[in-house]
């Protein structure tokens, strides 16, 4: 068809035409987009879901690190005292308040023997976004070096089980 239509340089008009019915243009049914649509809506919201977990679950990492330092000022409170009982969140530099740098709040627990170094997810007044689901986890550490990981129940819809951290 573009050979009649271009002679020697010049435009042929006799041979262009519309085309003759509408069953000779190619498209998309109505039916088809809304599958292709609705395909897409249930990909992106199970990876949306997926995403929302992976970020979660990647915050701890903060939480981690902070224990960490908690767990430190802990055994230094240990070597000096020759006990980790009546340690204070003021020993250990946390407050249990959810501040604008911390995605946890921080607090401890005295368990006369051993002490257990706890994070709080914020769901509120903490570092944005806040958490959806309020959860938590703590470190329990008997001196000189027993330590064991631990979550609540509300930790699971998250991370599934403590063996996640």
Wanted: aromatic share 12%; hydrophobic share 35%; proline share 3%.
């Amino acid at each position: 068809m573009i050979k009649d239509i271009i002679v020697a340089g010049h435009l042929n008009c006799k041979n262009v035409s519309a085309p003759t019915s509408q069953s000779s243009i190619k498209s998309f049914t109505l039916i088809e987009l809304i599958v292709v649509i609705i395909i897409v809506g249930i990909l992106a919201a199970v990876g949306m879901n997926q995403y929302t977990k992976v970020v979660e679950k990647s915050r701890l990492a903060e939480a981690k690190i902070r224990i960490g330092t908690m767990r430190q000022f802990a055994y230094e409170y240990y070597l000096e005292n020759g006990t980790v009982s009546g340690i204070t969140d003021n020993n250990l530099g946390v407050d249990n308040i959810c501040s604008s740098t911390n995605y946890y709040a921080y607090y401890t627990g005295d368990g006369g023997t051993f002490v257990d170094f706890h994070a709080r997810r914020c769901t509120s007044g903490g570092k944005t976004p806040n958490g959806s689901i309020g959860y938590g986890f703590y470190l329990r550490w008997a001196p000189p070096n027993s330590e064991v990981w631990h979550c609540d129940v509300n930790a699971r819809p998250y991370f599934g089980t403590c063996e996640a951290y």
